[in-house]
């Protein structure tokens, strides 16, 4: 089991940068699919980017370019590298870990919602 506690989030110009923070505790994240995925009000929960245990890493089509999934398993910590943030970007954007094969982790629905095992409780990025 893990448990997942995000923080990073917070408000932001159009145009600008933040980064996001997701630890860990409990088992190693070296095991797991890891992901980070947002939550607009009213609209379905979707992927952002996922990064497996080799660290092969995969991004919703819509987010390529600007967003950077990274992670430190010494740390176990997950990262979300936001650039270039604009309203749409506005939303609750949540950890998750999955103990998923590298293949399944990559093959993923990140462009959709997916059900992963551990979720953490957000942080709210809200751009303007």
């Known amino acids: 089991h893990v448990q997942l506690v995000e923080s990073g989030g917070g408000s932001v110009q159009v145009g600008g940068s933040l980064r996001l923070s997701c630890v860990a505790s409990?088992?190693?994240?070296?095991?797991?699919?890891m992901g980070w995925f947002r939550q607009i009000p009213d609209k379905e929960r979707e992927g952002v980017a996922g990064?497996?245990?080799?660290?092969?890493?995969v991004y919703a089509d819509s987010l390529k370019g600007r967003f950077t999934i990274s992670k430190d398993n010494a740390k176990k910590s997950v990262y979300l590298q936001m650039n270039n943030l604009k309203p749409d970007d506005t939303a609750l954007y949540h950890c998750?870990?999955?103990?998923?094969?590298?293949?399944?982790?990559?093959?993923?629905?990140?462009?959709?919602?997916?059900?992963?095992?551990?979720w953490g409780q957000g942080t709210q990025v809200t751009v303007s």
């Open positions: 998750a870990a999955d103990r998923a094969y590298d293949y399944a982790c990559m093959a993923g629905n990140w462009d959709g919602d997916q059900n992963f095992g551990y």
């Open positions: 990064i497996s245990s080799d660290g092969s890493t």
């Open positions: 409990g088992d190693t994240i070296g095991r797991y699919c």
